[in-house]
């Protein structure tokens, strides 16, 4: 299993463009979250789903969104980049529910110029 | 807002020693999880406690929770390089829908050769 997958590793944007982080998950997990990893923040939630077609906001969910059309891709859109969302971001995936452990991809460096 | 919050912030030992960090919480919990995260990597979970339970093991990692004082420890024993990495403690409180985890701070742990 490749486990959870993110794409890109890093990208650069300028203020105003959008872009969408792609994440996948071949475990059959129905939960999936996008965190957003910043110093001295600690990890923050900024969507989630518990099933394909369902998903839900986190704590710092403006400017992004999110789509869950099938179990295995939990892709994550930025509308219009601003240097507020320069940050590590990661996915990560749960088997049923959040009392069960999570699995993190890679993660994502983006920096908005 | 964080409610788990690891102490030391940082920490630095020398290889065969032992390490522990603390985590402390606000509310009521369901779990309590801890997490290891490499320098650029995601994150890895390593043990999970649930409210009902004192201790657990797992290989040379050691987790106490004491629920009356709403803190967890975890205990690494004779650390090796290998180690180093930042340890992150999640909760998953009771009540609610149970859909989110909180996040501490993190240590970062220093293992020297």
């Known amino acids: 299993n490749a486990g959870v997958t993110q794409t890109p590793k890093f990208q650069v944007l300028k203020t105003g463009q959008s872009m969408t982080l792609q994440c996948a998950q071949d475990?059959?997990?129905?939960?999936m979250s996008w965190y957003r990893q910043d110093p001295g923040m600690g990890l923050r939630l900024i969507h989630y789903s518990v099933g394909a077609g369902i998903t839900d906001q986190g704590e710092v969910p403006n400017g992004y969104n999110v789509s869950r059309s099938t179990t295995e891709d939990f892709p994550l859109r930025l509308l219009s980049a601003a240097p507020s969302q320069t940050s590590v971001y990661f996915c990560?995936?749960?088997?049923?529910?959040?009392?069960?452990?999570?699995?993190f991809g890679p993660g994502t460096r983006l920096l908005v110029l | 807002s964080q409610q788990g919050e690891e102490d030391p912030q940082a920490l630095s030992i020398q290889e065969g020693e032992n390490a522990t960090m603390n985590c402390s919480y606000k509310t009521s919990i369901n779990n309590l999880q801890w997490y290891r995260q490499n320098s650029g990597r995601g994150l890895v979970h390593l043990i999970l406690i649930r409210s009902n339970e004192r201790e657990k093991h797992s290989g040379r990692l050691r987790v106490t929770l004491d629920t009356s004082k709403k803190s967890s420890s975890l205990l690494i024993t004779a650390s090796r390089a290998a180690d180093t990495a930042s340890y992150f403690c999640?909760?998953?409180?009771?009540?609610?829908?149970?859909?989110?985890?909180?996040w501490g701070l993190g240590t970062s742990l220093a293992v020297n050769p």
């Open positions: 999640a909760t998953l409180s009771k009540g609610g829908n149970n859909r989110k985890l909180i």
């Open positions: 990560a995936s749960s088997y049923r529910n959040f009392f069960k452990p999570q699995y």
């Open positions: 475990m059959n997990h129905e939960y």
